[in-house]
């Protein structure tokens, strides 16, 4: 998330309680966790296995629990829990604001845009024009809806993403991590029925110009589709990962958290991606592989007890 204009290093510390340590002249311009961090950002970490890739990291001011050393262009910002100090600084710039109505008065709705009763719109969301929104669908607090897409009914954009910190040394295991994250749908795009697409956690999950969702899809947060994607029903993405433009995803498709698939990879139904793909490919199987090895491979196994019964029979 970027801050309404930037602030002060010195205002932060003070927020959080904070000892600093390092640079102090530069101006904080956001907030974002590890995976989506730039030049300007927080971050925060809270255990020695992740210091050096926080400190290594784009980002310039890291919260953190106890010092260490720090390149001469960044800082540190020391508290004894460096998560609850995250918490605070995304509830203090994006605080939770409640809806009674169901187009909140801070939403803006485009031209020609039709949107169908039952409808929920949340507060600072813009809608583009030429854009149809069907019964029954929720639009979460400041999503951005392009110009001439389709949301079918059912589907709710901009729902809380699945993101905990974990700790078994405390009562309770699993807090949730604060969403301060929009999502943007681009132009020219088609969401079916019952679809979910969470907003990011601290960033964005973008879905680009011209992609299409069949029903039942799931999009997990600060996820980045591209342009021209294509997604039958039930496929599933987890959070942070990147499609490139052209990726098809058949039905049934699992995609795991913070990896990446390149341009116009073909993923055959149920499969199972695990890592980063190479683009211009068609993969198979769980976890996938190339689809034409994969299918000579289900060719074999089906010929085992040909096989077997031949081995015995000498």
Not at 13 to 39: D, F, P, Q, R, Y
Not at 153 to 158: L, T
Request: hydrophobic letters at 40%.
């Amino acid at each position: 998330m970027q801050f309404p204009s930037p602030v002060s290093l010195q205002f932060i510390s003070e927020l959080i309680n904070a000892t600093i340590v390092g640079s102090t002249n530069t101006l904080v311009t956001g907030i974002n966790e590890i995976h989506k961090v730039e030049k300007g950002d927080l971050v925060f970490v809270d255990h020695p296995k992740y210091y050096d890739k926080c400190i290594n990291s784009e980002a310039s001011f890291i919260i953190i629990n106890q010092p260490v050393d720090v390149p001469a262009d960044k800082a540190l910002l020391v508290v004894d829990h460096p998560f609850d100090a995250y918490c605070k600084i995304v509830n203090h710039f994006r605080p939770f604001e409640p809806s009674n109505k169901m187009k909140s008065d801070s939403s803006q709705v485009g031209e020609d845009t039709i949107v169908y009763p039952n409808v929920f719109i949340g507060n600072h969301v813009t809608i583009g024009k030429n854009t149809i929104i069907y019964p029954n669908v929720t639009i979460m607090d400041h999503c951005i809806i392009g110009d001439n897409v389709v949301i079918q009914s059912g589907s709710v954009i901009g729902s809380n993403g699945f993101y905990y910190n974990t700790k078994k040394n405390r009562e309770v295991w699993y807090k949730k991590m604060p969403d301060c994250g929009r999502v943007i749908i681009q132009d020219d795009v088609e969401i079916g029925a019952c679809c979910t697409i969470d907003r990011g956690v601290s960033h964005d999950t973008v879905i680009g110009k011209g992609t299409k969702l069949d029903n039942q899809v799931h999009i997990g947060h600060d996820t980045i589709v591209g342009r021209n994607c294509l997604m039958a029903a039930q496929v599933a993405i987890a959070g942070a990962a990147t499609l490139k433009d052209g990726v098809t995803l058949w039905g049934q498709v699992g995609v795991n958290k913070t990896l990446t698939i390149g341009e116009n990879a073909v993923i055959f139904a149920q499969s199972g991606v695990g890592g980063d793909l190479e683009g211009n490919k068609v993969y198979f199987g769980s976890p996938v592989q190339d689809a034409k090895i994969k299918q000579r491979e289900l060719v074999w196994i089906k010929r085992i007890p040909e096989l077997w019964d031949k081995v015995m029979k000498k």
